[in-house]
């Protein structure tokens, strides 16, 4: 019923969808942002994390063993890396889209099911993460910790990328909750540079001592006042605003479809028995629905999950179960 998550689920169920360990993978901000230059320019941008540890995966059955010796191998092996001095990196890149070729993109360029090609927009690398110290108090600086997409800095900003804009407000929001009103000035979240802000009182705030003479802007009081040179460009706006199904003239097959052909026998055929013996147990009938999926991606993709479940099967009828009726979901 949910086609536009395929292309996910076909890297999940894929061989890198069980990595050996978080040095072994690799990572993508998803969402689309903005860079804004110089000349106060909009340009839209997604976030790519290249291992340089070389992607390294376990199959199901290999996964199983280490889970059942150690349930947290990757935070073990992550720690352990960094405690012998051997700090894992990360190649920082970015794909780079004109504002004006977002009106002209065959797909939704802020769809967050979405890639963008490569040969359309090549990655540019700009740097490199790396990870070179273990927490001192794990209390402090992991479980206070509050990542959120709207912590920016100049430069960088947002789009009209839909997801984004619920976690824009829904991350803050929930840290405030979980850690308190002031979990921006603990020392693990707190910025490096000096803050002016109306935000004062209120429970846990320790540190900051604001004038509560002038808690509004503008005032006569000298306070804080916006930097106009921080202005973002405006953002250009067409079509009708209305009630509409998303999922007309969304075409969610042929990313899935390519990707699929970007695998090599092996690797497809991994994925038709990981997502075979995902399916076991599942009606019959939502088994059929989400073949007609795998279908529409690429014919040979139906085809390889088919034979793969009828192998496991052994020939015999996929699944005895019938579907709830009173609740119908998806793969």
């Not at 073949?291 to 005895?320: C, M, Q, W």
Request: a negative charge; glycine letters at 6%.
């Amino acid at each position: 019923l949910s086609p536009e998550s395929l292309h996910q689920v076909t890297i999940l169920m894929s061989d890198r969808g069980l990595p050996l360990s978080y040095r072994n993978t690799n990572g993508y901000g998803s969402h689309t942002y903005s860079f804004i230059n110089a000349k106060n320019e909009r340009f839209w941008v997604k976030f790519h994390f290249k291992t340089r540890q070389g992607i390294k995966t376990m199959t199901n059955r290999e996964g199983e063993q280490v889970i059942a010796k150690d349930r947290e191998s990757s935070q073990k092996d992550l720690y352990e890396a960094i405690e012998k001095g051997d700090f894992p990196q990360w190649d920082v890149q970015i794909q780079v889209m004109a504002e004006e070729d977002a009106e002209k993109c065959a797909f939704n360029p802020f769809d967050l099911t979405k890639v963008w090609p490569h040969a359309d927009y090549p990655v540019i690398p700009v740097g490199v993460l790396e990870l070179n110290r273990n927490p001192e108090n794990y209390f402090q600086e992991i479980e206070q910790s509050a990542f959120s997409p709207s912590n920016i800095v100049p430069g960088i900003s947002f789009s009209p990328d839909k997801m984004l804009q619920a976690r824009i407000f829904s991350y803050a929001d929930a840290h405030r909750y979980r850690i308190g009103t002031w979990y921006e000035a603990l020392p693990v979240n707190r910025p490096k540079s000096a803050v002016n802000t109306y935000h004062l009182d209120g429970s846990m705030n320790a540190g900051y001592s604001t004038s509560s003479d002038a808690y509004y802007e503008p005032n006569s009081m000298g306070g804080p006042a916006q930097d106009s040179r921080f202005a973002e460009p405006p953002l250009k706006i067409s079509g009708d605003a209305d009630r509409w199904n998303h999922r007309e003239g969304n075409d969610d097959y042929t990313q899935p479809g390519n990707l699929f052909r970007l695998m090599n026998p092996s690797q497809q055929q991994a994925l038709f028995n990981n997502i075979s013996e995902a399916m076991q147990g599942v009606p019959q009938a939502i088994i059929d629905r989400q073949l007609v999926h795998f279908d529409k991606a690429d014919p040979a993709y139906g085809a390889g999950v088919r034979e793969a479940l009828k192998s496991i099967s052994g020939g015999n009828s996929i699944s005895t179960q019938e579907e709830p009726q009173a609740e119908r979901a998806s793969f």
